[in-house]
T-cell receptor, first 111, second 111 residues
Framework: TQLLEQSPQFLSIQEGENLTVYCNSS?????LQWYRQEPGEGPVLLVT?????EVKKLKRLTFQFGDARKDSSLHITAAQPGDTGLYLC???????????FGQGTTLQVKP | KAGVTQTPRYLIKTRGQQVTLSCSPI?????VSWYQQTPGQGLQFLFE???????NKGNFPGRFSGRQFSNSRSEMNVSTLELGDSALYLC??????????FGPGTRLTVT
């Protein structure tokens, strides 16, 4: 069974702090996606990484795909209250043909 | 382009009833997936439809079913509702890739 484990599950920080969320698996994925979900809404795709070692930046968010394409990280610099939400990673291209979602990281950024 | 729409947004049903949820994908997207999201289990894959055919299925009982129409709109049905079916049901459409574009979800409460 393919699994994606996210850590930490919960994170509560002050505005201006930096943080990193991790997404790990023992399986290799052809690509990995990150989503953010706000309360009462569906997840919104932030980025897709496809190449081992790839780094993508989206303003204050930096996404990295592991060299072996088994793990990924999301780093947020100088977090703001607007970054509050549930962050989900999802791996694609495994042997099930399905998109595998991690359990999510709930981030709260306090002003 | 208009985003994914789901109707209704909120629904309250009693145990034993059945319910039908509707999803209209982004124009041009032929793949529609359904997910169940609960605080305890996270985001769980129900099924995927592509060109009116079920292409993938998650580990849910037969009470959960779906279909897709020729215009790519999709419906999912849950029969003989149980209290544990209370959840946010998300529909996502995708282009020819694994990237998911989610709707706002239908919040189902079973009493």
């Amino acid at each position: 069974t393919q699994l994606l484990e996210q850590s930490p599950q919960f994170l509560s920080i002050q505005e201006g702090e930096n943080l990193t969320v991790y997404c790990n698996s023992s399986s290799v994925f052809s690509s990995l996606q990150w989503y953010r979900q706000e309360p009462g809404e569906g997840p919104v795709l932030l980025v897709t990484v496809v190449t081992g070692g790839e780094v993508k930046k989206l303003k204050r968010l930096t996404f990295q795909f592991g060299d072996a394409r088994k793990d990924s990280s999301l780093h947020i610099t100088a977090a703001q209250p607007g970054d509050t939400g549930l962050y989900l990673c999802a791996g694609a291209g495994g042997n099930t043909g399905k998109l595998i979602f991690g359990q999510g990281t709930t981030l709260q950024v306090k002003p | 382009k208009a985003g994914v729409t789901q109707t209704p947004r909120y629904l309250i049903k009693t145990r034993g009833q059945q319910v039908t949820l509707s999803c209209s994908p982004i124009s041009g997207h032929r793949s529609v997936s359904w997910y169940q999201q609960t605080p305890g289990q996270g985001l769980q894959f129900l099924f995927e439809y592509f060109s009116e055919t079920q292409r993938n299925k998650g580990n849910f009982p037969g009470r959960f079913s779906g279909r897709q129409f020729s215009n790519s709109r999709s419906e999912m049905n849950v029969s003989t509702l149980e209290l544990g079916d209370s959840a946010l049901y998300l529909c996502a459409s995708s282009p020819p890739s694994y990237e998911q574009y989610f709707g706002p979800g239908t919040r189902l409460t079973v009493t």
